[in-house]
């Protein structure tokens, strides 16, 4: 039995949710975002709720009902609340700035970085140290934040490069001394 699969998405009010076989189109306040989703897996919705049911008990399946269910899900939480990723910069001199749409950070190397913002996303600066990348699409937002924590991951002596907020690095010692 899959806990996840087996438990109903709840579309809230303000939501509307089309079923074009496979094709799932969910529309909400905040956009609309739209999925193909395996022709094995059977979709229904039933007043309020959609309902996902695997055909047998294959392992192929029984892994497709929890992903289907959550990635259905993650659409309605998408068009409802959207998601948020934020990111931190430690290092001296280093800094994130926006310029209409491309964000500009300089970490250290001969070069500004330039990372262009996607359809779908906003990317915001708050502070010179901080980077917050929103959207309604989970796994693009994911996406793009591990591209800009990507251009320099922090490494584990100092701590410097860009990190997630709830992100905890794990410190090491320097080089010890050499005692004779």
């Known amino acids: 039995m899959s806990r ?6 709840v579309i809230p009010s303000g939501v509307e949710v089309k079923m074009n076989g496979h094709e799932i189109t969910v529309k909400g306040p905040k956009g609309t975002l739209t ?5 094995d897996m059977i979709i229904e919705k039933e007043g ?6 695997r055909p047998s008990e294959l392992k192929k399946h029984k892994a497709l009902h929890g992903l289907t269910r959550s990635l259905i899900n993650n659409m309605v939480v998408g068009v409802t609340q959207g998601y948020e990723k934020k990111l931190e910069i430690n290092g001296v001199g280093y800094r994130a700035q926006k310029q209409g749409k491309k964000l500009n950070l300089t970490l250290g190397l001969s070069h ?5 913002e996607p359809d779908g996303i906003t990317i915001e600066v708050p502070a010179p140290n901080q980077i917050i990348v929103k959207g309604i699409d989970k796994q693009l937002v994911g996406e793009i934040a591990a591209k800009i924590r ?10 410097k490069g860009i990190k997630y907020v709830d992100e905890v690095i794990i410190r ?9």
């Open 112 to 116: 500004p970085v330039e990372i262009e």
């Open 4 to 9: 996840v699969g087996n438990m109903p998405v």
């Open 48 to 53: 309020n709720n959609i309902i996902v049911k």
């Open 35 to 39: 999925q193909v989703f395996h022709p």
């Open 172 to 180: 090491k010692e320097g080089k010890a001394g050499v005692k004779k």
């Open 150 to 159: 990507e251009k320099r991951p922090p490494e584990p002596y100092k701590g």
